[in-house]
C-alpha cells in the first residue's frame, strides 16, 4: 500500500542574512571550484574498478595531464580557485597539492575515496570526513575549511560532523543563490550553494566503469550555459561557484571555451573573484557583525 502520511524532514535550518552584501559593494560573487575526483572517482563507487585500465587512465588524466593547463590558465588570468581533492587522490599526487598552494588557491575537503556519504552510518561518515582531512592537513599543513560532497549525497549529519570537526563550510546544496547560514543543534555553518547549472557533469560526463558510457556537448553550448547563468547571477547578486572536473572541462578544446567565459566574466568591475575559504569568511564577518 503506498504510504500517503507526510515525509520527516531533516532538522535543518537555513538562515539568509539581511544585511548581505558583497565585498566592496560588488553585484555578484564569483567562486571557481574544481572536483579533483581523480582515481577516486570510478574507484569510489566501485573498487573493482582499479583492474580496470581505461576507467582509471582517464580518471587520471584530469590531474597529470589537465591539471598544469588549468593551472596555468588561472595564473595567466589571474582567476582564484577552490579545489576539492580526495584524500587518496592527494595521497597519489603530492606534488598536484604543491602546485595548487603555490598558486594562492585552496585546497578543500573531498571525502577520502570519493564516498557518497548518504547513507552511511555516522561512524562510517565520521571516519571518511577524518581520515580525508587528516590526509589533507598532513599535505597542506592545515585542516581543510571547507568540503563539497561527492555525488551530492548530504544529510544533516554530514552538517552535524562538518561543525562539530570545526570546519567553515560546505558547498552542497540548492536551495539559495547567495550564501547563508546552516543551522543545526550542533551550531552553524556557512552553505555555498551550488547548482546542477553550473556542474559540467551532464554536459561532459564520462562513466566508463561499468557502462562505459559519456556525454560530449560542444564546448560552445557549455560557454552559452554558463555565461547566461552568470549573467542572471549578476543581475541578482547571486554566488557563481562552479563544479568544474578536470577530466572533463580540462580538456583542450574545453579550456580554451574556459578562457574566453574567464575573459568575457572579467571583463565585469562589478563582480567578486575569490576562494570559498574567502567567501565563507566575508559571511562569517557579515553575520558578526549583524550579532
Same mark, same amino acid.
Not at 561527492?150 to 558547498?171: E, H, T
Given at each position: 500500500m503506498i504510504d500517503l502520511?507526510?515525509?520527516?524532514?531533516?532538522?535543518?535550518?537555513?538562515?539568509?542574512?539581511?544585511?548581505?552584501? *558583497?565585498?566592496?559593494?560588488?553585484?555578484c560573487g564569483v567562486t571557481i571550484g574544481w572536483h579533483v575526483d581523480g582515481e577516486a572517482g570510478p574507484v569510489g563507487w566501485d573498487r573493482r574498478a582499479a583492474a580496470h585500465l581505461t576507467a582509471v587512465s582517464e580518471a587520471a588524466y584530469g590531474v597529470t595531464t589537465a591539471m598544469p593547463r588549468v593551472l596555468d590558465l588561472?595564473?595567466?588570468?589571474?582567476?582564484?580557485?577552490?579545489?576539492?581533492?580526495?584524500?587518496?587522490?592527494?595521497? /597519489?599526487?603530492?606534488?598536484?597539492?604543491?602546485?595548487i598552494l603555490?598558486?594562492?588557491?585552496?585546497?578543500a575537503h573531498h571525502g577520502y575515496l570519493h564516498e557518497n556519504v548518504f547513507g552511511l552510518s555516522p561512524e562510517e561518515e565520521r571516519a571518511v570526513f577524518e581520515k580525508g582531512s587528516a590526509v589533507l592537513e598532513g599535505l597542506v599543513g592545515r585542516?581543510?575549511?571547507? *568540503?563539497?560532497?561527492?555525488?551530492?549525497?548530504?544529510?544533516?549529519?554530514?552538517?552535524?560532523?562538518?561543525?562539530?570537526?570545526?570546519?567553515?563550510?560546505?558547498?552542497s546544496l540548492m536551495e539559495f543563490d547567495i550564501p547563508h547560514l546552516l543551522e543545526t543543534a550542533s551550531g552553524r555553518l556557512v552553505e555555498l550553494p551550488i547548482s546542477l547549472t553550473l556542474d559540467d557533469w551532464a554536459l561532459f560526463g564520462a562513466s566508463l566503469y561499468p557502462s562505459g558510457s559519456g556525454v560530449t556537448a560542444p564546448a560552445d553550448e557549455a560557454r552559452r550555459i554558463w555565461q547566461e547563468e552568470f549573467d542572471g547571477l549578476r543581475r541578482y547578486g547571486g554566488l557563481f561557484n562552479t563544479t568544474?572536473?578536470?577530466?572533463?572541462?580540462?580538456?583542450?578544446?574545453?579550456?580554451?571555451?574556459?578562457?574566453?567565459?574567464?575573459?568575457?566574466?572579467?571583463?565585469?568591475?562589478?563582480?567578486? *573573484?575569490?576562494?570559498?575559504?574567502?567567501?565563507? /569568511?566575508h559571511v562569517s564577518a557579515l553575520d558578526g557583525a549583524a550579532a
Open positions: 502520511s507526510p515525509p520527516s524532514y531533516a532538522e535543518l535550518s537555513s538562515r539568509t542574512l539581511p544585511n548581505f552584501s *558583497w565585498p566592496e559593494g560588488k553585484s588561472h595564473r595567466a588570468m589571474e582567476v582564484p580557485a577552490t579545489f576539492f581533492v580526495p584524500g587518496h587522490v592527494a595521497e /597519489r599526487h603530492p606534488r598536484m597539492i604543491d602546485a603555490a598558486d594562492g588557491h585552496e585546497v585542516a581543510p575549511r571547507g *568540503w563539497s560532497a561527492p555525488g551530492w549525497g548530504v544529510s544533516a549529519q554530514s552538517i552535524d560532523v562538518m561543525i562539530d570537526m570545526g570546519m567553515l563550510y560546505d558547498a568544474f572536473h578536470p577530466n572533463l572541462t580540462g580538456r583542450p578544446g574545453r579550456l580554451l571555451m574556459l578562457a574566453e567565459l574567464f575573459g568575457y566574466m572579467r571583463s565585469f568591475d562589478d563582480v567578486w *573573484w575569490g576562494t570559498c575559504e574567502q567567501a565563507a /569568511r
